[in-house]
């Protein structure tokens, strides 16, 4: 079993959609998680990090994490064209090394 | 502020033959990461620096692979000889470290595009 295992999609949703994007993992030393966005030809950059458990709100978007359930969601509320990327999630036991998920590719679509 | 810069942004060799990658970090930043990154697949870390010194380098391939840091700026990674699993996007990230940091935000750089013919 993998440690963190992410569906690589791709998930194409309309303009405006809510969209739930989720990871699963098997470590539970993991405390540090965190979700990347990718864009095509470029390097991941960090969109939002939780450490343990509970909600963080950052505008338009929402990271979950579940630790009783090795679960964490990223939501994107009124998703815009310009969110078309993929969205890694990443975690890690000390702030340092990280272990990513593969990615979901997300297309939104005007 | 200059984000993580990084070169050559493409490369096209053939097997068996050789490879350096450069990283210019965000200045100040003491930790300094080498990431491979298959097509379809998230980063997997290579090697992590802290100023010149290896921190872990468990995942990177020695007997073909080398990284270093020297006056624990630049780095350079480099692959010899190549083959053709080595193909893959390799990113440099690099991070503040140390106590009274909350969280150790790695930035990555744009990544260097190997291909392996």
């Known amino acids: 079993q993998k440690e963190v295992e992410q569906d690589p999609g791709p998930l194409s949703v309309p303009e405006g959609a809510i969209v739930s994007l989720n990871c699963t993992y098997s470590?539970?030393?993991?405390?540090?998680f965190m979700w990347y966005r990718q864009y095509s030809r470029k390097g991941p950059e960090l969109l939002m990090y939780?450490?343990?458990?509970g909600n963080k709100e950052d505008g338009r978007f929402t990271a979950q994490v579940d630790k009783s359930s090795k679960y964490i969601s990223l939501f994107i509320r009124d998703s815009q064209p310009s969110d078309s990327a993929t969205y890694l999630c990443?975690?890690?036991?000390?702030?340092?090394?990280?272990?990513f998920g593969k990615g979901t590719r997300l297309h939104i679509l005007p | 502020e200059a984000g993580v810069a990084q070169s050559p942004r493409y490369k096209i060799i053939e097997k068996r033959q050789s490879v350096a990658f450069w990283c210019n970090p965000i200045?100040?930043?003491?930790?300094l990461y080498w990431y491979q990154q298959i097509l379809g697949q998230g980063p997997k870390l290579l090697i992590q620096f802290q100023n010149n010194g290896v921190v872990d380098d468990s995942q990177l391939p020695k007997d073909r692979f080398s990284a270093e840091r020297l006056k624990g700026v630049d780095s350079t990674l480099k692959i010899q000889p190549a083959k053709l699993e080595d193909s893959a996007v390799y990113l440099c990230?690099?991070?503040?470290w140390g106590r009274g940091y909350s969280y150790n935000e790695q930035f990555f750089g744009p990544g260097t595009r190997l291909t392996v013919l």
């Open positions: 939780t450490y343990s458990s």
């Open positions: 990443a975690m890690s036991e000390r702030d340092d090394k990280i272990i």
């Open positions: 990230a690099s991070s503040l």
């Open positions: 470590n539970s030393a993991f405390q540090y």
């Open positions: 200045s100040g930043h003491a930790t």
